[in-house]
Nanobody
Framework: QVQLVESGGGLVQAGGSLRLSCTASARTFSRIAMGWFRQAPGKEREFVTVISGSGISTYYADSVKGRFTISRDNAKNTVFLQMNSLKPEDTAVYYC?????????????????WGQGTQVTVSS
């Protein structure tokens, strides 16, 4: 069982930045792919980005490419999401997710564990 705890959400103006963190209770964190998803009110949960267990490989949704950066510190069992040039349409609850295995795709069913979510609100 892996527990995930997100932090770093908040309110920011359009064009601003936020950095989300997610700490996992996994023993072998480097063997777990980590992803970020988001869900806006009335919408389905959507994929944002994923990083491989080693941290070498990443993949981003087109909507955030060039603005968001995922990274991880395996010594601290933590994954980060740096969000720059934020837009009002980025407003959502952001969830981190963990997948057993070194890589995972962009579908929610590919992930085994989920955090509780952290709210990100971008004002115009």
């Amino acid at each position: 069982q892996v527990q995930l705890v997100e932090s770093g959400g908040g309110l920011v103006q359009a064009g601003g930045s936020l950095r989300l963190s997610c700490t996992a209770s996994a023993r072998t964190f480097s063997r777990i792919a980590m992803g970020w998803f988001r869900q806006a009110p009335g919408k389905e949960r959507e994929f944002v980005t994923v990083i491989s267990g080693s941290g070498i490989s990443t993949y981003y949704a087109d909507s955030v490419k060039g603005r968001f950066t995922i990274s991880r510190d395996n010594a601290k069992n933590t994954v980060f999401l740096q969000m720059n040039s934020l837009k009002p349409e980025d407003t959502a609850v952001y969830y981190c997710a963990a997948a057993e295995g070194s890589w995972a795709g962009k579908n929610t069913y590919s992930y085994d564990y989920w955090g509780q979510g952290t709210q990100v609100t971008v004002s115009s």
